[in-house]
């Protein structure tokens, strides 16, 4: 198997990603989003800025830059300015948006090199194979969430 038929196969995987998450960003209400189920749990308005964070390191490093140091203090909570259901989906849609667009100008024959990381080395492939599972793993989260509040349709689908 050629490498371009990998990165062209991981491409629509990203597409596809971002617009499952997007579809149940958007039919999810912003109380359920910023407000959960109990009210002392993770929130997905916490994972999905997660997402969109995570998406925005992965392209720099894609790009060959240095990312910001990950923040200290255990699970990633959306800052004040994040905490609405139109910032979410905005910044869901950047962070995508950007790590798409770096992943289309690394050259197929490039995809396996080398990225030195501080606690050890990836590779352009494994970063968006680990993105396409992130945001996934967390989408199912917001379907889970969706669920507990009654809502079975599976939106992700439509």
Same mark, same amino acid.
């Given at each position: 198997?050629?490498? !371009?038929?990998?990165?062209?196969y991981?491409?629509? !995987?990203? /597409?596809?990603?971002l617009?499952t998450?997007? &579809?149940?960003l958007?039919?999810?209400?912003e /109380?359920?989003?910023i407000?959960?189920v109990k009210?002392?749990?993770?929130k997905?308005?916490d994972f999905?800025?997660?997402?969109?964070?995570v998406?925005?390191?992965?392209? &720099?490093?894609?790009?060959g /830059?240095?990312?910001e140091?990950?923040?200290?203090?255990?699970?990633m909570m959306?800052?004040?300015?994040?905490r609405t &259901?139109v910032?979410?989906?905005?910044?869901?849609?950047?962070?995508?948006t950007a790590l798409i667009?770096?992943?289309?100008?690394?050259p197929?024959?490039?995809?396996t090199?080398?990225?030195?990381l501080?606690?050890?080395e990836?590779?352009?492939?494994?970063l968006?194979f680990?993105?396409?599972?992130?945001?996934?793993?967390?989408?199912?989260?917001?379907?889970y969430? !969706?669920e507990l &509040?009654?809502?079975?349709?599976m939106?992700w !689908?439509?």
């Amino acid at each position: 198997m050629s490498m !371009q038929i990998v990165k062209d196969y991981l491409t629509k !995987q990203l /597409e596809s990603s971002l617009e499952t998450y997007l &579809k149940d960003l958007e039919a999810m209400p912003e /109380e359920d989003l910023i407000n959960g189920v109990k009210g002392n749990e993770r929130k997905g308005i916490d994972f999905s800025y997660e997402v969109a964070y995570v998406c925005h390191r992965f392209a &720099k490093r894609l790009r060959g /830059e240095t990312p910001e140091p990950w923040p200290e203090g255990g699970w990633m909570m959306a800052p004040a300015e994040f905490r609405t &259901k139109v910032a979410a989906t905005a910044h869901m849609q950047q962070g995508m948006t950007a790590l798409i667009d770096t992943w289309k100008l690394i050259p197929a024959e490039e995809i396996t090199k080398v990225i030195v990381l501080p606690s050890g080395e990836t590779s352009p492939l494994d970063l968006v194979f680990s993105c396409c599972w992130h945001n996934g793993y967390h989408d199912g989260q917001l379907n889970y969430i !969706q669920e507990l &509040k009654g809502d079975l349709t599976m939106h992700w !689908q439509d």
